[in-house]
């Protein structure tokens, strides 16, 4: 049989076949799923070969995992090389933020975006909670569609309670494979529901102030909804770290430095100091937002685990 993973516990996975069926299944002992050295074989979304338990009623083992079309993958520790894989054969990833009650600091966004930008992952920011900012919140707006104007990311500003920006995120979503991650607190299970109310999914209390570090949603789990749209939604997550990347190699994953990156003088310019750095002189310039180019030197110094 074959089906799709819909929930990963760590140990168990659920998988939905074809026939509509949902089954409680484990991984093959000796199976060599794939080279990727992570602590998940098997991820929701894949596609996965099931065979059926003949002991236990509705139970299966999974025997192999179909090529990815692509994934989004992440360090969670700067300790430990170990990799998580989110989520695999996305539409798109939604990163939801807020800048407060938590706040997601923009290095933090920049490295998703980064990976997604690196793992052909279309992404997406939604700026949650916005609500809560008051009159500050309209010129935070025009400076954070400033930062990301040439990052090829769409970026949405609004709240969980308000209608328009939540009619985008929704046309967006819809009949599409779209994941959603950003730290525990930042309302991607509320946002979910807004949405996609037959959902159902498991909310946070209003009451709680440490919102980060208390996880409501505890699997990721795919939500299968209304005209094929999939939402996987994900537990909160202190940190994404990125894997794997050349030096020379990160500026090409930042959308806005590409058109400079061949202008530079030396070919392994690492656009930090080195005299005729066409990417030095558009920051000057103003055509590579700061914030932007602060996020690419954290990456390049490795700087990029739990602020
Ligand atoms: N003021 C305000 N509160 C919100 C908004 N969106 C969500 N919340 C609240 O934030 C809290 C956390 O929401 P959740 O949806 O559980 O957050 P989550 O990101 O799913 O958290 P984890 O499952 O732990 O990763 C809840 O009390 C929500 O009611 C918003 O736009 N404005
Ligand atoms: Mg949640
Ligand atoms: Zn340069």
């Known amino acids: 049989m074959e089906g799709t993973v819909t929930k ?3 140990s168990w996975y659920q998988v939905l076949t074809d026939d509509g069926k949902v089954w409680m299944a484990r991984t093959r002992g000796k199976m060599r799923l794939n080279d990727l050295d992570t602590s998940n ?3 929701v ?9 003949q002991n236990y009623a509705d139970t299966g083992s999974i025997s192999k995992v179909y090529h990815r079309n692509n994934y989004l993958i992440r360090r969670a520790n700067k300790l430990s090389s170990r990799r998580q894989i989110l989520a695999t054969n996305l539409d798109g990833a939604a990163l939801i ?8 600091s923009l290095g933090f966004i920049d490295r998703f975006i980064l990976t997604c930008e690196a793992y052909h992952v279309p992404a997406m920011v939604f700026f949650n909670k916005m609500d809560l900012l008051g009159e500050r919140g309209e010129e935070v707006v025009d400076d954070i569609k400033h930062i990301y104007r040439n990052a090829n990311v769409s970026v949405l500003l609004g709240s969980a309670t308000e209608g328009k920006a939540l ?3 929704s046309a967006m979503l819809k009949g599409k494979r779209w994941l959603l991650a950003g730290h525990s607190g930042v309302g991607k299970s509320t946002l979910l529901n807004a949405v996609f109310p037959e959902a159902n999914a ?3 209390r209003i009451s709680d102030h440490h919102a980060k570090g208390r996880h409501t949603t505890t699997f990721a789990e795919m939500f299968t909804l209304a005209d094929n749209t999939q939402i996987i939604d994900t537990p909160g997550i202190r940190d994404f770290g990125v894997v794997d990347f050349e030096p020379t190699e990160i500026s090409q994953y ?4 590409r058109p400079y990156l061949s202008k530079c003088k030396f070919n392994d310019c690492l656009h930090t100091h080195e005299p005729e750095c066409a990417v030095l ?5 103003g055509d590579i937002a700061d914030e932007r180019y602060q996020s690419y030197l954290g990456i390049l110094n490795n700087e990029d685990i739990f602020e």
């Open 202 to 204: 498991k909310v946070g």
């Open 167 to 169: 009619e985008a995120f």
């Open 8 to 10: 990963s516990t760590g």
């Open 281 to 285: 002189e558009a920051l000057e310039k």
């Open 254 to 257: 930042f959308p806005e430095m």
């Open 45 to 53: 979304g894949d596609r996965v070969e099931l065979m059926e338990d």
């Open 41 to 43: 074989p098997v991820a």
């Open 97 to 104: 933020a807020s800048l407060t009650s938590p706040r997601t």
